[in-house]
C-alpha cells in the first residue's frame, strides 16, 4: 500500500554462498510497519523493541556476509540513524569485526526500546571490535552524545570512550 522503492543494483552469486555478494544502492525506499506486516505475516515490534510505523531509507551495502560495507542512512517517524562502516565473518557472531560510526538525531531511543525512563538521543559514536554476542564482544566505543533523555532531564555534550568486554562496560565521560 505505502511502500516505494527506488534501488540499483547487482548481483555476484558463486556456488559458495560465503562468496556470494553484490552492491545494492538505495535512492529511496519508504515502507509502513502496515506494509511489512502485509509481506511477514506480523508487524517486527515485539515486547521488548516497537519498530517505528514509518520508514525511510538511503544509502549503499556492498559486499558480502565475509566483508559488508554498508554506508545507509534510515529516518523513521521517531528520529534518524545513520550508519556507516564495514562488518566482516556476519555468519560467524563471535567471530564477526567490526568498524562503523553511528549518527542519531532525535531518535527516541525510549520508544523504541519501550523504556519509560529513556527519550531521544543525538550523538555521533564509533565503534570497532569484535563479536555480537555478549559472551564474544570486545568493543571500543568513542564519540559525542549532544543530548540524551533519561529519568525526566535532557544531558547534553558528553564526550565518551568506552569499552565493551563480554558482560562488562567501562566508560570515561
Not at 29 to 43: K, S, Y
Not at 68 to 74: H, T
Not at 84 to 112: C, Q
Amino acid at each position: 500500500k505505502n511502500t516505494q522503492i527506488d534501488a540499483t543494483g547487482a548481483l555476484v552469486t558463486n556456488s559458495d554462498p560465503n562468496r556470494a555478494g553484490g552492491t545494492l544502492t538505495i535512492r529511496n525506499l519508504h515502507t509502513t510497519q502496515t506494509d511489512i506486516a502485509l509481506f511477514t505475516g506480523q508487524r517486527l515490534s515485539n515486547d521488548q523493541v516497537y519498530i517505528p510505523e514509518d520508514l525511510r531509507a538511503h544509502g549503499t551495502l556492498s559486499g558480502s556476509l565475509n566483508n559488508l560495507l554498508v554506508n545507509l542512512a534510515v529516518v523513521t517517524s521517531d528520529g534518524t540513524i545513520a550508519l556507516n562502516g564495514r562488518f566482516t565473518n556476519l555468519a560467524h557472531p563471535n567471530a564477526a569485526t567490526y568498524a562503523a560510526t553511528v549518527k542519531t538525531n532525535s531518535l527516541d531511543i525510549g520508544s523504541i526500546l519501550r523504556n519509560d525512563q529513556l527519550t531521544t538521543i543525538s550523538a555521533d559514536l564509533t565503534a570497532t571490535g569484535r563479536g555480537f554476542t555478549p559472551e564474544q564482544m570486545d568493543t571500543h566505543l568513542r564519540g559525542s552524545i549532544y543530548s540524551f533523555g533519561y529519568n525526566g532531564y535532557v544531558y547534553r555534550n558528553i564526550n565518551l570512550d568506552g569499552n565493551v568486554r563480554g558482560n562488562t562496560f567501562e566508560v570515561t565521560t
